[in-house]
């Protein structure tokens, strides 16, 4: 038997600029089919110095809310698995 689905991650990005410093946000969100939704959020600050380049302000956050939504998946994974084994999941 073969199955096949697939999950779907919107990334929402905010940026915010006041002279030479910016902040970039972004938060990733993943739902699923039963309903259940995960966010992850992530920043980035340009320091004063930096080159005004706002693609890597994106990435840096986008990375980091794809990390806080990954760590926040596998805490789902090994919170499912204790209550399905019986044993906690070590990671």
């Known amino acids: 038997m073969h199955t096949m689905k697939r999950w ?7 940026e915010e600029s006041e002279g030479d410093t910016a902040r970039t946000w972004a938060e990733a969100g993943l739902s699923s089919e039963d309903g259940s939704a995960l ?3 992530g920043m980035a600050r340009k320091h004063p110095l930096d080159l005004d380049v ?8 986008v990375s980091r809310a794809l990390a806080d939504l990954s760590r926040q998946l596998r805490q789902v994974a090994a919170e499912d698995i204790a209550e399905s084994t019986g044993t906690p999941w070590t990671q």
């Open 8 to 14: 779907n991650i919107d990334i929402l990005l905010s």
């Open 39 to 41: 966010h992850g959020h």
């Open 54 to 61: 706002p693609e890597i302000g994106e990435e840096l956050a």
